[in-house]
């Protein structure tokens, strides 16, 4: 097997470059933990979207009342839009058996970026371990971090790191590249309390301002949920550990 880590999306050069690879797409706070939560209570599927227009548009072509719009803009709920980027807005009354269009300021591009691959994966630290079983029989996997802007966001590189580690104590024979060791690093050195590190992140802080504190306690809660949403280059939907995804 070989890892790498992507901090940001843009660090993918080229999208094709993915085709041979398992992809898991991680934006800690809030986008992957979101969708998680929304397929954990039952969401039919998430289509992530890239803009607002384009979520608009796309909604006008579903049927009203199966069919929501979610995700935000500066933290936000949309004008317009059905639920907000938190994941406590996901209840199962709110979104079972509901078509999610989704749209983030960087999750979704991320889930986006990995379109050509192989198969993706969303990931964050509420089903890490689901989603490292996930790929762990595969020979070439690549976390690609969401961050923030295109930048590295200190939150993303734990989980991607904390996804190496489990990784690597499951297949001996891994090799890293650069990406994947940092990411390793960086987790290593906050592994004894993943909430202060993630609660220390740059996002975290404007998240608190804005009163989602609870939200950052719960995206860095690991293991909450044994489901892994996949994507199939279209649609985001749910499989169950250990089957792989037909793409
Ligand atoms: C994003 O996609 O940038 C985030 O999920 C933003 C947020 O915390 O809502």
Known sequence: MNIEVFFSPREVENEYDLR???????????????????????????????????????????????????GERGGKLI???????????????????????????????????????LET??????????????????????????????????EDAICAGMIVSRLMEKRPDATVADGARAALMVYDRCSENILAAVRSADHAAVLEREGFGADVTFCATRDLYTVVPVYDG????SVKQGKRAAV
């Open 121 to 154: 994966y969303v990931a964050a630290f509420v089903t890490v371990s689901a989603a490292v079983g996930a790929v762990a029989a595969r020979e070439q996997v690549a976390v690609i971090c969401a961050g923030e802007e295109n930048h590295f966001a200190l």
């Open 20 to 70: 041979e690879k398992s992809v898991l797409a991680v934006d800690v706070l809030r986008a992957s933990s979101s969708i998680i939560t929304a397929m954990h209570h039952g969401a039919r599927q998430v289509i992530p979207v890239a803009s607002v227009a384009d979520a608009m548009r796309l909604s006008k072509d579903l049927f009203e009342d199966s069919t929501m719009l979610c």
């Open 234 to 237: 279209t649609v985001i939907r």
């Open 79 to 117: 004008e317009g839009f059905d639920l907000d980027n938190s994941p406590a807005s996901y209840r199962p009354e709110r979104v079972k058996d509901k078509s999610l269009i989704f749209t983030s300021t960087n999750g979704s591009g991320a889930i986006l970026r990995a379109r050509y691959a």
